[in-house]
């Protein structure tokens, strides 16, 4: 009876020793690899060879002398890691083509009434004095307990019109700063034989025709332009119940440097590039067009006034005449109606004013 007490002890000492070597054996290989998310598989890592480790280690050195490392982004920065992927590229803008002008239109990824609107209106423009011009939606994830869902749709909309450009980053307003650099990587990857680009709000009319006349004009730089309604010598407001306070802490300047308004602004497609390489300079403020403006003034570039302050208008009275129209380059609205009523009546012959 002892015996078979000492044979049972003797292999339950065996067994738990075997589980224990088993589970460190896990731990350890888990190490090499990493979690593609909680409870979801374990994405193989890299080689576990010394000479993959040496390299990655010098990589992350040299990365990490490179870029200032940031505190924690706060209330009036965003986390902009650079390290986001594209997860919906299936346009062949700038990849099978070469356009002289590319429409990059951000938009919330439940905006899918805009995009129609925008693809049975100005965004279907494709030839324009000469010119190719071709329209892309930029996007985030969506949010919310129907994101799942809506990601669905996103896709079958992907493969109907080919034109959503979509990142692993959140879509939200307080992420337009991350939504408008991955433009731009997007842009500097894919763009550089195209000649111009205009980021533009999908609550804004675009008139085409007149857009491609001024990018035309000889007297338009073709390099380090950039163009909109520029905001000169703009106050950083220090009002806390102002939606975009700014404490002297993070900026101790009375005044932003000029920057285009986000509303809708025009760029020559060497400035994606060069913005990129700056910004690993300058702590990126959840204000996106200003955050633009500190990179352009970190290039030691200033954004240009257009050749009419009338061509860019962000606070119209309405409805605007045909006068107005016939002028006009971008200009908010109240909504597709209307956005679809002023690109009708900016077809046709042009009013006298």
Known sequence: MEDGRRLLKHSFTCILGAVTVFLVYLYFDGESGSWDAPGLRRVAGPSSSSSSSAAAAA???AAA???PQWEDPGPYHVAYPRNYRFIM???PTCKSTTPFLVLMVPVAPGGVAARDAIRRTWGKEK???GQLVETVFILGLPGGADAEQQQEKLEQESLQHRDLIQSNFQDS???LTIKTMVMLEWLAAHCVKASY???IDSDVLLHVQNLVKLLLDPN???QNYMTGLVWWHSPVLRNPFNKFYMPREVIAEPEYPPYPLGMAYVMSLDLPGKVLGVSPQIKPLYIEDVYLGMCLKRLGISPTDPPENTMFIVDPSHPLSGCS????IAVTTTGIPQMTSYWQRSRQPEAKC
Request: charged share 20%; net charge negative; hydrophobic share 55%.
């Open 89 to 91: 590229d299936e346009t």
């Open 173 to 175: 307003y307080l992420n």
């Open 197 to 199: 680009a205009i980021k």
């Open 65 to 67: 002398a490179a870029e």
């Open 220 to 222: 338009t730089a073709k």
């Open 325 to 328: 129209l016939s002028g006009v």
């Open 127 to 129: 030839l324009v004095l």
């Open 59 to 61: 990589a992350a050195a």
